[in-house]
């Protein structure tokens, strides 16, 4: 069974642009979490997904918005980027009630 | 908000010793409390989980333990070996059910094995 998968692996952007993340579940997950890693801050919820429906949402700013389709698969977007925003984005599938399986995330550097 | 604080942020243990990691909860709703490992570079993968109606659990080398009543649960690794180098997480949920998803990580901790 292949694993979670997301695209792309590296992105390089400046201040003020916006951008796009992709993950495709594991088949057969119907949740994707998302969560933003940062030295010294670990992994920070951003927000999950299941059957299309934003269903649990973290503290991060409104410019942090996501959406799944229905596939499954989920896109991640963030708008007006900030130096802050630099990070490893990771994406999570499970069952919805069950272990979550990590991607191996996307790794976004703001300049 | 559930709130998870993770101890110590760095160990460093010698190969063969014991190596104990400690985390507290705030949510007293939370039921499900999942232990990642990640590697240099790599994933987060789920090396152990325990839910709230079970106060001890062991694989192998590892094992954690849960103390509803202190909300605070640990990783215990015995005999530890250089492929036990990596950062820690520990994660707490309160989904009813115990789903894991919206789990709430701690800062990490990484271990360092010492030859």
Redesign the interface.
Known sequence: KAGVTQTPRYLIKTRGQQVTLSCSPISGHRSVSWYQQTPGQGLQFLFEYFSETQRNKGNFPGRFSGRQFSNSRSEMNVSTLELGDSALYLCASSLGSGPLHFGNGTRLTVT | ?ENVE?HPSTLSVQEGDSAVIKCTYSDSASNYF?W?KQELG?????II?IRSNVGEKKDQRIAVTLNKTAKHFSLHITETQPEDSAVY?C?ASS?P????????????THLIIQP
């Open positions: 908000g993770q999942p990642y790599k994933r987060p993968q789920l989980d997480f994660a989904r059910g115990g789903g894991a998803d919206g789990l709430t990580f701690g800062k990490g």
